[in-house]
């Protein structure tokens, strides 16, 4: 049986007030925190809301679908919807909630977005494209101006509202993944695979795999956070450390020779690029693994 979502103002509000303001922003912590963690499935009659995820994880839920959360990504939630979110603990980001009459009065053409607005999307971000860096910096810069009420708020928040939907839109619409077959996305993955396996130790960047593989950066990145829940990035990362883990797991080399047989030129940047991943230095790391191993 389908459940009955209420309708909220923002949240929890039910006042039946007519709003006095167009656009509210606040950070995901503040309000999911005081609901321990979830928001439960309710609409807005008259919000159209704009949630930036920066670091954590989650889950979107439109109607009876939930869909994982990986940051960066931009949640585009339509006035009218059934709609709640999960969130980890560690979750951070912005809310922005506008009134979705005022949509039409931003600048530019709304014309120009069609039925984009009229449906909910999630959309991952690639920091690399610049697109979506420039729309995770405007809606940074959004965040910072609305907390700031200095001259010339308002219309400055409209430009950076505006910005957003645009690149938004634009980004959301780019390469859409569903039209490959999945089959055709796992040729590509393999494809990554072996070419990480061939180059990982030459530091190439992910726009060096996305170039040999014949897609852009940014498709790449959806085919592997679609195939893996990761980017790009995470699986070359990963490649080095399980390198950097068996070298000394299983040979004599110090620290300093392993970073070097790994392509690092400095040996301190390996052991901070070890312990980001790994969550130990490679010293400790080595010293646990192998008493472990000599009890197994």
Known sequence: MTRHAPTYELYGETSGKEPDFWLHCETIPSRSSLHHWEIKLHRHARFFQILYIDAGAGDAIFGERSHAIQPPAVVTVPPGLDHGFRFSRDIDGLVITMMSANLGHLPGDRSLLGEWLAVPHLTALDPQDPDAAYLIQS???????????????????????????????????????????????????????????QHFRSHRPASFYASEIGVSPTHLNRIVRSMTGKTAHDLIASKLIDEAKRELVFTLANVQEVSYRLGFADPAYFSRFFLKHAGETPKDWRKREKNRLERA
């Open 139 to 197: 809606l940074k810069r959004l965040g910072e101006e609305y907390r700031h009420n200095r001259s010339g708020r308002s219309e400055l928040l409209s430009s950076y509202v505006a910005v957003a939907l645009r690149l938004t839109a634009r980004i959301s619409h780019q390469e859409d993944i569903s039209q490959f077959p999945a089959d055709e996305n796992e040729r590509r993955m393999e494809q990554l695979t072996g070419l990480i396996q």
